[in-house]
Structures are given as C-alpha cells and as structure tokens.
C-alpha cells in the first residue's frame, strides 16, 4: 500500500540546520509533484515548500524562502527538505504529502536552545 | 498577501447536512484555484477528501462532495456521522507555484 515515511526531526538549537527526508513507496514517486506542509503546536496546517515531479520547479512560502531548500531523487523514491538558520517559528510537525492523495505521518521539529 | 478564509466553527447535527466554504480575502475562488480539502482528527495526519474542486480521493465516500459556491469553494457533507468531528482544511493554488491553507474549519457533531 502507499506509504510516506518522514524521518529526520529533533531538537536543534536556533541557527543551526537539519535535513528532513520522506520514503515513498507503493505508487510511482516520479509521476507526483511532492509537498511539505507542516503544523506548529496548536495552530493550523501551513504550506511550506513543492517540487514538480521531474525535480525541475520548486516553490516555497515567503516564510522558509531562502533558508529551506527542497529537492527529491526519484532514483530512491525519496523527497528531501534540507532547513538552514532555523527559527524557534519553525517548531512543528513537518509532513510531506501529494495534496491530491497521501500524507505522511509527521517528523516533529523542535527548534530551542 | 492574500488570505483564505475558512469558517473557524460549525456545527452539524447527526444526519444532517453542512456546508464548510473557503474563500479569499481580496476576490473571488474558481477552478482555477484548484481547491482542495482536507479531514484532520487529533493526533492525526490530515487525510485528503478532495482535490482539484470536486474529486474525491480514494477511498472517500460519497457522501463528502466538493464545488465552487457563488465566489468560494465549497465542502458538502451530508448524512453527517459522529466521526466526521475533525478539523476540515482548504488550500488553493495561488498561481506561480505557492500553495496557501486556510485556518481550518472545526466542525462538531452533536
């Protein structure tokens, strides 16, 4: 069956990096464009980044332009969210996700000192 | 910057049926939008009812139906169950490449 797996979250300190990474498996990865959409304590869902299937396009809300950069490689059937100079803003559960079909379960970041 | 706006609350009554629209602060919602729908329980991933106006994902059943209503889109559930209490999300296409959620719809069932 379709399965989207995030892994990478933690705790890390303000300013400093992570890298988010999201299996796919059951459906044909390179025929889907691939989201990030995550959710801080509480509040509701935010879009955060997309790439077209090929890999050629990416799209990012204003709030994460120029500090996270998505990539995928459809070789591995995975999605990538690399996050540099993080903010205590952007604690929360952080999901990858077609839009039209599936979701993962969540990696939670947490970024304090 | 333009927001989508979603009711903050609704309630429905077992078997009954209810209307939860999303809109924009400045102009009006079309296809072209391509609004979409999600259902989140707590402590879960949202899980996609409708996509692209009014198709639903697999697996959703029929009585969640998805259109555009005078200048927003529009999510219908009729036949209203307990388990459909849940938080209920739009996003829309914003042209260019950025997506934008609304502030969800929390929806009780009594």
């Known amino acids: 069956q379709v399965q989207l797996v995030e892994s990478g979250g933690g705790v890390v300190q303000p300013g400093r990096s992570l890298r988010l990474s999201c299996a796919a498996s059951?459906?044909?990865?390179?025929?889907?464009?691939m989201h990030w959409v995550r959710q801080a304590p509480g509040k509701g869902l935010e879009w955060v980044a997309v790439i077209s299937n090929d890999g050629s396009n990416k799209y990012y809300a204003d709030s994460v332009k120029g500090r996270f950069t998505i990539s995928r490689d459809n070789s591995k059937n995975t999605l990538y969210l690399q996050m540099n100079s993080l903010r205590a803003e952007d604690t929360a559960v952080y999901y990858c996700a077609t839009l039209i079909r599936d979701w993962g379960q969540g990696t939670l970041v947490t970024v304090s000192s | 910057q333009t927001v989508v706006t979603q009711e903050p609350s609704f309630s429905v009554s077992p078997g009954g049926t209810v209307t939860l629209t999303c809109g924009l602060s400045s102009g009006s919602v079309s296809t072209s939008y391509y609004p979409s729908w999600y259902q989140q329980t707590p402590g879960q991933a949202p899980r996609t009812l409708i996509y692209?106006?009014?198709t639903r994902s697999s697996g959703v059943p029929d009585r969640f139906s998805g259109s555009i209503l005078g200048n927003k889109a529009a999510l219908t559930i009729t036949g209203a169950q307990a388990d459909d209490e849940a938080d209920y999300y739009c996003?829309?296409?914003?042209?260019?490449?950025?997506?934008?959620f609304g502030g969800g719809t929390k929806l009780t069932v009594l």
């Open positions: 996003v829309l296409y914003m042209g260019s490449g950025p997506w934008v």
């Open positions: 059951g459906f044909t990865f390179s025929d889907y464009a």
């Open positions: 692209y106006t009014n």
